[in-house]
């Protein structure tokens, strides 16, 4: 009965295989780090601010006159339209694709708050048509910021073009936007992942 015997230069390719298998990766992640390498293409569907913009800590009220202090609006998640003036048929149809991302939340519906911040208004106060938006569009929030210094930084923090919608998380750092038109179907989805790795409840 013979043995087989493997030929030393079989075995010594066979060896460097395996060290090449197991140093390429190591390779390959060292010269993307040093190369300073990202992704053409993030996971969100909206735009990823960074820094974060931090909410004024006042300057809004609400649609019947009354000062809304920010904190009232901290420990949830927000999707926050602010519009200039009125809201005409491109706000009140952003409205009702929040209102439809806030329905398809399911059990995870009380962990956000859905806010329009109307500025530029003659007078915020008892406003019959903000006072409407409440009735049209079920639990979503209207608040008002008057001309002057307020308007100002909450315009800086909520700095878009056009009707942009943000997503501020829970602390009060607006974190996304989603240029106008918004997809609200990439809202949800972006929603939904960050509510499910979110550590804040």
């Known amino acids: 009965m ?9 075995s010594r390719r066979t060896l460097l295989l ?19 390498w990202r992704p ?17 800590a006042s300057g809004l009220y609400h649609a019947d ?3 809304l202090p920010t904190p009232e609006l901290l420990g949830k998640w ?20 929040m209102l439809q991302v806030h329905v398809a939340l399911n059990k995870e519906q009380n962990r956000l708050q859905r ?20 009735r049209l569009f079920p639990g ?13 930084a909450w315009h800086g923090a909520l700095n878009g073009r056009g009707q942009d919608v943000f997503i501020v998380d829970p ?15 990439g809202v949800l989805k972006d929603l939904e992942r960050l509510l499910k790795y979110s550590w804040i409840r």
């Open 65 to 67: 006159g009354r000062p």
């Open 2 to 10: 013979t043995t087989a015997i493997t030929p030393p230069n079989s």
């Open 78 to 97: 927000l999707l926050v339209l602010p519009v200039k003036g009125s809201c005409n048929t491109t706000c009140r149809s952003n409205l009702q694709g």
């Open 115 to 134: 806010v329009i911040i109307v500025s530029d208004v003659s007078d915020s106060a008892n406003d019959p048509p903000m006072l409407e938006l409440q």
């Open 40 to 56: 053409g293409k993030f996971g969100n569907h909206g735009e990823l601010l960074q820094p974060p913009r931090v909410l004024p």
């Open 171 to 185: 602390l009060g750092n607006v974190m996304m936007r989603y240029a106008d038109p918004a997809d609200m179907r």
């Open 140 to 152: 979503l929030l209207v608040a008002a910021v008057q001309a002057g210094v307020a308007a100002e």
């Open 18 to 36: 395996l060290a090449a298998l197991f140093i390429l990766p190591f390779v390959i992640g060292s010269g993307l780090f040093w190369l300073d």
